[in-house]
């Protein structure tokens, strides 16, 4: 028996380019024999030829005990994955590629795709396109598909209820990426962002929805009866209330992997949102350790609001 949205999503893989293919390369051999395969997504898969951006994955391995040399840094990465790496890539040509990559399990990928993850880090990013780059067996590909299939699937199912009458595909989907988006820091309006990521891959959309929905109207939308929803918005509300202070802290335990990592991403928070905190400089060595607090003072100062 096939499965239309593992169908859609397998359509979706393209061959990369030599330069999004070395970055690869240079990952593996960085977590050698750990690497079970690569999620490519974001703006620079949109525009994979533009050089001048910054690479985007999702590394899958097999155990962060094996995969981080730092043991606090494996225990963190399994409490509040995934975790961040930043690499700079000299091609021969002179050209430099930047890349920022997170570390998440084949387990911990599967689980968080689907209905029993609450936070949408997971399955709110990968409901949108993606592709799946050197999976290490057909097997690996299989459960790396079959759970983004699942992510597809919980995404609809919680932006379902939350709407009532006749929906277009595109305004559907703007709307569960826009919930998703609420659950996190971002730099961009929610709203604006999600509308933009749906319209450029209309057809997508319309085709998961046809799969999960059936066939449109003539007006080419979709009728949702009118239902209770208060348990489906108070879930959005507590994500929203859970989602950024684990974001800020997702992020600063992530600032150790690269120098000045620390100061980068408090500057990225003081843009956001105009809040700043001193850091002593025992804390600015030991980000990893320090980022529950650090991450509470911002917290109580406003900056996830």
Known sequence: MTDAIIDILEAENILPNDKVTEMCETISARHSNRVLGFLYYGSSLRQMNEGSKMLDFYVVVDSYRKTHRNPIRAVLNAAIPPAVYYVE??????????????????????????????????????????????????????????????????????????????????????????????????????????????????????????????????RGEHSFPITSNGSVKFKWFIRRMIGKPMTAIRVLNNAATFDGGLDYVLRKLHNHSGVTIDVTPFQRRHPVLWSPVLGWKLWRKGAFR
């Open 89 to 218: 890539l000299e091609h021969e040509d002179g050209s430099l590629s930047t890349c920022k990559y997170s570390i998440i399990s084949i387990k911990g990928f599967e689980r968080r795709s689907g209905p029993s993850a609450l936070l949408s880090t997971v399955w709110g990013r990968f409901s949108q396109p993606s592709i799946l780059l050197f999976p290490k067996n057909d097997g690996i590909k299989s459960r790396i598909i079959t759970a983004r299939a699942n992510a597809v699937r919980h995404l609809a199912s919680v932006t379902s209820p939350l709407i009532e009458g006749d929906i277009s595909p595109v305004s559907f989907w703007a709307r569960g990426l826009r919930e998703s988006y609420r659950t996190e820091l971002r730099p961009e309006a929610s709203e604006s962002r999600s509308i933009e990521i749906v319209e450029r891959y209309e057809g997508r959309y319309t085709a998961i929805s046809e799969a999960l929905f059936g066939p449109t109207n003539t």
